[in-house]
């Protein structure tokens, strides 16, 4: 039971790159989220997706794109990268959105000069 | 709407004292409520949780917390704080989703 993974663990994009994140649960949980962590910011929600078959935007959502893949995939797509998108990427699963606790991955590390 | 505030975003105590971080909280429906430990360079890690059950919650490694209505307030404490607890700390409140605090910093001098 390997929970939450997610690849790459660390990236470095040129401006104007293109990439996709990935992230994989094996708990069965219908929902799924992206954050992303900087210094002093805690963590802000950039998409989540409450069931299979659903995204919504979150607090910072520019610059994104999500993907539900199905139940247990998830992924994230910067299009053009810029560096005001270098973080930490997190991605979390929980059994349902609502009143739940997530699990978390152990991030991505990106940077983008 | 909901929203959690750490105030500080650090704290430093000396190994067996006390651990004290506080959270408050704002939630239009009663909320539920948790706090997360992220060890550096890796993900966040649930340490204990509140759901409507009893008000004091006790989690991972001797921690605890208490939810006080009145006050709005989920403060994590600990009894006698060890070098392994060094650590960012992070509140968070839901039901609609996770909103998370900025966090605090934990530092364990010898």
């Known amino acids: 039971n390997a929970g939450v993974t997610q690849t790459p663990k660390f990236q470095v994009l040129k401006t104007g790159q293109s990439m996709t994140l990935q992230c994989a649960q094996d708990?069965?949980?219908?929902?799924m989220y992206w954050y992303r962590q900087d210094p002093g910011m805690g963590l802000r929600l950039i998409y989540y997706?409450?069931?299979?078959?659903?995204?919504d935007k979150g607090e910072v959502p520019n610059g994104y794109n999500v993907s539900r893949l199905n139940k247990r995939e998830f992924s994230l797509r910067l299009e053009s990268a810029a560096p005001s998108q270098t973080s930490v990427y997190f991605c979390?699963?929980?059994?349902?959105?609502?009143?739940?606790?997530?699990?978390f991955g152990p991030g991505t590390r990106l940077t983008v000069t | 709407a909901q929203s959690v505030t750490q105030l500080g975003s650090h704290v430093s105590v000396s190994e067996g004292a006390l651990v004290l971080l506080r959270c408050n909280y704002s939630?239009?429906?009663?909320?539920?409520l948790f706090w997360y430990v992220q060890y550096p360079n890796q993900g966040l890690q649930l340490l204990l949780k509140?759901?409507?059950?009893?008000?004091l919650v006790k989690g991972i490694n001797d921690f605890e917390a208490e939810f006080k209505k009145s006050e709005t307030s989920f403060h994590l404490t600990k009894p006698s704080a060890h070098m392994s607890d060094a650590a960012e700390y992070f509140c968070?409140?839901?039901?609609?989703?996770?909103?998370f605090g900025k966090g605090i910093t934990l530092s364990v001098r010898p």
């Open positions: 708990m069965n949980h219908n929902s």
């Open positions: 939630s239009s429906v009663p909320p539920y």
């Open positions: 509140y759901t409507s059950a009893a008000t």
């Open positions: 979390a699963s929980s059994e349902f959105r609502t009143a739940y606790e997530q699990y």
């Open positions: 968070a409140v839901s039901p609609r989703g996770l909103t």
């Open positions: 997706s409450a069931s299979e078959g659903t995204t």
